[in-house]
C-alpha cells in the first residue's frame, strides 16, 4: 500500500513538473522556422484567412535563403533630436524572419547627452545591456512582494547589466557626449511597456480619479499629464 501511495505522489510531481516545463516557450522541433508576415500567404496551408498564433507561421523550407536570417544597418547612428534625447533601435522577428522560434532579439540604443530610455518593462524577455560607447546610470526596481527595491549603476564602455523579466527599468547617459548601447532580450518579441506612456497616454484616457488617487495627486496634475504628447523612442 505504502508503494502504491509513493506512486501516486511521484506522478503527481511529475506532473505538475511537466505543467511548469510547458509553461514557457517550447524549444524548436526542427532547424529553423522563417516567418510568414502576410497571413494570406499561410492561408494557403490553412484556408482563405489563417488565424492569429502565438508566433508566427513557418515558411517552406525549401523557400527560405539567406536574407532571412539578415539585417544591416545597425552600425549607423540613429537620429536622438527628440523629447527623450534617445532612439531605439529593434531587430526582432518582424525584422528577421529567421527569429521565428529562436526566443532572442537585439536592439541598438542611442543617446544624446543627457538622453533616456525612460522607465519601462518588457513582458515577454529578460535583457541584458553592454556598453559600447559613453557612459549610462542604469536601474531596475523589483515587484511589490520585494519591496521595490532599486538596483542602479553606472556603466562605462564595455560594461554589461541585466535586467530581468518583466521589471521596471531604465537608462539615462550621465557623459557629456553621445551614447551607444546594445541589448540582447531573451525573446523574438520581448514587448515593450514604457510606463508613463502606459498610464498617461492610454486610449482611451485612464479615468483621471483612478489616476489621482493611486498617485496621491490632485486631479490638475493628471488633468496636465494626460495632456502631453508621450514620445516614444521605440
Not at 517552406?60 to 532571412?68: R, Y
Not at 539615462?172 to 497616454?201: D, K
Request: charged letters at 15%; proline letters at 6%.
Amino acid at each position: 500500500m505504502k508503494g502504491v501511495h509513493f506512486l501516486i505522489s511521484t506522478l503527481a510531481i511529475l506532473a505538475s513538473a511537466t505543467f511548469l516545463v510547458s509553461a514557457s516557450d517550447p524549444s524548436p522541433l526542427q532547424d529553423f522556422c522563417v516567418a510568414l508576415n502576410d497571413n494570406k500567404s499561410a492561408g494557403g496551408y490553412f484556408g482563405a484567412n489563417a488565424v492569429f498564433v502565438n508566433g508566427k507561421f513557418c515558411k517552406d523550407p525549401k523557400l527560405v535563403n539567406a536574407n532571412d536570417f539578415f539585417f544591416s544597418g545597425l552600425q549607423n547612428p540613429r537620429n536622438t533630436q527628440n523629447p527623450l534625447g534617445s532612439n531605439v533601435t529593434t531587430v526582432n522577428v518582424d525584422q528577421i524572419a529567421g527569429l521565428n522560434t529562436l526566443g532572442i532579439s537585439l536592439t541598438r540604443i542611442d543617446f544624446a547627452p543627457n538622453g533616456l530610455n525612460p522607465p519601462h518593462t518588457h513582458p515577454r524577455a529578460s535583457e541584458f545591456l553592454v556598453v559600447l560607447e559613453g557612459t549610462l546610470y542604469v536601474g531596475f526596481v523589483t515587484s511589490n512582494g520585494d519591496g521595490n527595491r532599486l538596483f542602479t549603476k553606472v556603466l562605462n564602455k564595455g560594461d554589461v547589466f541585466v535586467f530581468p523579466i518583466g521589471l521596471i527599468h531604465f537608462q539615462l547617459n550621465v557623459g557629456h557626449v553621445n551614447a551607444v548601447a546594445f541589448a540582447g532580450l531573451s525573446s523574438q518579441n520581448p514587448g515593450v511597456i514604457t510606463i508613463a506612456n502606459a498610464v498617461f497616454g492610454s486610449k482611451p484616457p485612464i479615468n483621471p480619479d483612478v489616476l489621482a488617487k493611486a498617485f496621491q495627486v490632485d486631479d490638475n496634475v493628471v488633468d496636465y499629464l494626460q495632456k502631453q504628447l508621450w514620445y516614444d523612442n521605440n
